[in-house]
C-alpha cells in the first residue's frame, strides 16, 4: 500500500438481525456460511490471480505487492466473469428448484378453474 492510501476497517460482525429466508433457522445458518465462505473463495481467487499475474510480468511477488496491485478493465472484465460462473455453481440448486416451482405453476390448473371444478363437485 502506498503512504498516501488509507487501509479500509472492515466491521467484524454484521448488525442488526439476521435475515429469515427459511422456516427452519438451520437452513437459514448454512445458507449464510456458505455465502461467508464464497466470499472468502472469490477473494482468495483474485490474489492467486493477481500473484500469476505478478510472476508472468516477472514483477517480485510479496504481500505489499499483491496488496498494491492494481487491475486494468480487462483484468477486472475477467475476474467477474470467474464471479459469475463461480456464483452460478453455487447457486445451481436454488436456481433448479426455482425453475422447477415455475414449471410446475405453469402447469398448474388456474386458480378459478379450480374453484369452479370445486363448486362442481
Do not use: C
Not at 429466508?21 to 449464510?32: G, N, Q, T
Not at 473463495?41 to 499483491?66: F, H, N, Q, W, Y
Not at 463461480?86 to 416451482?101: G, K, S, Y
Request: charged content about 35%; hydrophobic content about 40%.
Amino acid at each position: 500500500m502506498s503512504s498516501d492510501t488509507e487501509k479500509i476497517e472492515l466491521q467484524k460482525k454484521a448488525r442488526g438481525q439476521r435475515p429469515e429466508y427459511f422456516a427452519d433457522p438451520a437452513i437459514d445458518k448454512v445458507l449464510s456460511i456458505t455465502m461467508a465462505l464464497a466470499g472468502e473463495t472469490a477473494v482468495m481467487r483474485d490474489r492467486l490471480d493477481t500473484i500469476e499475474r505478478l510472476l508472468a510480468s516477472g514483477r517480485p511477488v510479496s504481500k505489499e505487492s499483491v496488496d498494491a496491485y492494481q487491475p486494468n478493465e480487462n483484468v477486472r472484465a475477467e475476474r467477474d466473469a470467474w464471479r459469475d460462473e463461480f456464483l452460478d455453481v453455487v447457486f445451481r440448486i436454488v436456481h433448479q428448484e426455482r425453475e422447477e416451482l415455475a414449471k410446475r405453476a405453469a402447469e398448474a390448473r388456474p386458480y378459478q378453474e379450480a374453484i369452479d371444478l370445486v363448486e362442481k363437485s
